[in-house]
């Protein structure tokens, strides 16, 4: 009983309970929905008040950009109407001088009318004039005219001589005086060795018995150092020596160096002639870099490629004319770039172009062609710039002059190879080119005789003293001078001497 009542009372109490439950929920949620509708009126006021302040805000915008616009329309209007204003001025400027202009037209018209006029009556009156003349001197117009140019002809050549020789006489004082101060300094700030030209190597042997054993049995080791070197081994009746020839200078040093030691070590066989060589080309080939390596290191030249270093290194072995071709061309760098620094260019690049001139040298002997080209070719092969080929190419006058470097380089070799001492000329060579002076000299009409002296630095031309005079004598020096430039190749200057006398002889009775 008690049970039931408790189950009745617990069921009673959540019915009471979830009807008071339902009744708070529900004023909860009319709570918020009254809060909810409280906040929607008070987002959609602000949201009228945010509309209403944006378009005042944007009204004032709009009022103020047509302001703006307005007054940008007004001052164009304003600069529009000057510029009118200054167009039409100019317009009426243009016109005043177009009238003016037009007057001017029609009066240099009329006075050109009037000149074509008095021209017409004055060629009447030259031409009355000069058929009077003609009367008078009884000669034509063309008979007198060219006596008239003959007669100036004359003089002209005179007073061209005479002035040609005013002329040279200032442009040489200037030019020695610049020239004698760079040549100089570049000259005397160069060391100067020599050495002689050979296309034979002598070698001495202890005793004549060695020459037996260099040709061996049969004659094999002879052969075999010949094919090995490329060298002929001349043995003769020279006491106490063998001769080694051969064009490449590379080759007789290499052979040279080997028979030596052969001679030293006394062991003369075909394996140990082919070991010995082998090792004098060696020694040969780190001989030649270390040379080019020195020659680049002492003339400052930073980067160069490897096979024109050995190259250049080459050139120890070749002479020309009695002159080391290595010892001439570091010769020609240092003044090359003495010249380059007083003249205010590339020191560098003078030096650079001095050392390269004659690397043809080197290899003429295997490649057909003048000795320049071949260079001008192999330091283009080896990436060198266009300025130090050109140098190259025309360092003996072949091609046509293009940058001051070339006319360095180019006086720099002339003055290492005409220097006295520095190289030697065949006697042939040299009485041709005396010959060839004096026919040069002799083919000037008025020329009566023509002698060279002093070995060919100075040449006395004779001419007809009852044909020239002294005018003339200087215009046919000139000419001379200019030919034997343009005709001969010769170190050095040649001196043009004109002498003109006039002799009187008597007999006393």
């Known amino acids: 009983m008690i049970f039931a009542?408790?189950?009745?009372?617990?069921?009673?109490?959540?019915?009471?309970?979830?009807?008071?439950?339902?009744?708070?929920?529900?004023s909860r949620i009319d709570g918020t929905r009254n809060q909810i509708a409280v906040m929607l009126k008070k987002s959609e006021e602000d949201s009228e008040n945010l509309r209403q302040k944006k378009l005042s805000e944007a009204r004032n915008e709009i009022n103020k950009l047509k302001q703006e616009a307005h007054k940008d329309i007004k001052e164009r209007k304003t600069e529009i109407q000057r510029t009118e204003r200054k167009l039409e001025q100019k317009e009426s400027n243009l016109d005043k001088k177009i009238d003016r202009l037009s007057k001017k037209e029609d009066e240099l018209r009329a006075k050109h009318e009037d000149a074509d006029k008095r021209r017409l009556d004055l060629e009447e009156v030259i031409k009355q004039q000069e058929m009077k003349l003609e009367e008078i001197a009884e000669m034509t117009h063309d008979q007198a005219q060219e006596i008239l140019l003959k007669r100036t002809e004359e003089n002209s050549k005179r007073i061209l001589g005479l002035r040609l020789k005013e002329l040279e006489e200032n442009a040489h004082r200037e030019a020695d005086r610049k020239a004698r101060d760079i040549i100089l300094s570049a000259i005397q700030r160069c060391a100067v060795e020599s050495a002689g030209e050979s296309t034979v190597s002598v070698v001495q042997l202890p005793s004549e018995e060695m020459k037996g054993r260099i040709i061996g049995r049969e004659g094999r080791n002879i052969r075999t150092f010949e094919n090995l070197t490329g060298v002929d081994l001349i043995i003769d009746d020279t006491p106490e020596a063998v001769t080694l020839s051969s064009f490449d200078p590379v080759r007789r040093e290499i052979a040279r160096r080997a028979m030596e030691k052969l001679v030293t070590d006394g062991r003369i066989h075909p394996a140990r002639i082919e070991d010995l060589i082998a090792k004098a080309s060696r020694d040969i080939d780190e001989e030649m870099i270390a040379e080019g390596e020195n020659a680049i290191f002492e003339m400052g030249i930073k980067e160069m490629h490897p096979e024109l270093i050995r190259t250049i290194g080459q050139l120890k072995f070749r002479f020309s004319y009695g002159q080391n071709a290595l010892y001439h061309s570091l010769e020609v760098a240092q003044m090359s770039g003495f010249i380059a620094a007083e003249l205010g260019l590339d020191e560098e690049l003078a030096r650079r172009a001095g050392l390269l001139h004659d690397i043809g040298k080197a290899v003429d002997h295997?490649?057909?062609g003048p000795h320049a080209q071949i260079g001008a070719d192999l330091a283009k092969r080896y990436g060198e710039s266009p300025e130090i080929v050109s140098c190259i190419a025309s360092h003996h006058d072949n091609l046509e002059i293009n940058s001051p470097y070339e006319v360095i380089v180019s006086v720099a070799d002339a003055l290492s190879a005409s220097r006295p001492g520095a190289r030697r000329e065949s006697v042939d060579a040299y009485i041709k080119r005396l010959e060839q002076l004096e026919e040069i000299s002799k083919s000037f009409e008025n020329v009566t005789n023509a002698y060279a002296?002093?070995?060919?630095?100075e040449v006395r031309v004779m001419i007809s003293a009852n044909k020239t005079d002294d005018g003339s004598a200087h215009k046919i020096a000139f000419d001379i001078a200019r030919k034997i430039e343009a005709e001969m190749?010769?170190?050095g200057q040649i001196k043009v001497n004109v002498y003109r006398e006039t002799k009187a002889t008597e007999v006393a009775k």
């Open 5 to 26: 009542i408790s189950f009745i009372m617990l069921m009673a109490g959540a019915v009471f309970g979830y009807f008071i439950m339902r009744t708070m929920d529900n």
């Open 489 to 491: 190749k010769y170190p």
């Open 453 to 457: 002296i002093q070995a060919g630095r």
């Open 366 to 368: 295997k490649i057909e």
